[in-house]
């Protein structure tokens, strides 16, 4: 089991970077690859950014350059640093996890096991 809590989002102008983290656990920190996934209201989920459990990273090419997804091990916490954000980013943003020992960064929807509750992130013109 993991158990992913999201918080953050929210609305921002433009341009703005909007505060989203994700707590989980140790072992989830260090046994599973994690991601973020976004579903704009009227399509399907996409995989934006993913770590495995040895940092390496993968990103979306829609957020390459925008976005950067990191662990901080210390508090069991999944953070996506995401800046010049623009009003087609507005989704609902899902921190996510594989099963266990998962090496290589994936952003396939059917990789991940456990899905958080989703925030909001809301970007105007």
């Known amino acids: 089991q993991a158990r992913l809590l999201e918080s953050g989002g929210g609305s921002v102008r433009a341009g703005g970077s909007p505060r989203l983290s994700c707590a989980s656990s140790?072992?989830?920190?260090?046994?599973?690859?994690m991601g973020w996934f976004c579903q704009a209201l009227g399509k399907e989920r996409e995989g934006v950014a993913g770590?495995?459990?040895?940092?390496?990273?993968r990103y979306d090419d829609s957020v390459k350059a925008r976005f950067t997804i990191y662990k901080d091990n210390a508090v069991n916490t999944l953070y996506p640093k995401m800046n010049n954000l623009k009003p087609e980013d507005t989704a609902m943003y899902y921190c996510?996890?594989?099963?266990?020992?998962?090496?290589?960064?994936?952003?396939?929807?059917?990789?991940?096991?456990?899905w958080g509750q989703g925030n909001q992130v809301t970007v105007s013109s």
């Open positions: 770590s495995d459990i040895d940092g390496r990273t």
């Open positions: 996510v996890a594989t099963s266990d020992y998962c090496y290589i960064p994936t952003l396939a929807v059917g990789d991940f096991k456990y």
């Open positions: 140790r072992y989830t920190q260090t046994r599973k690859c």
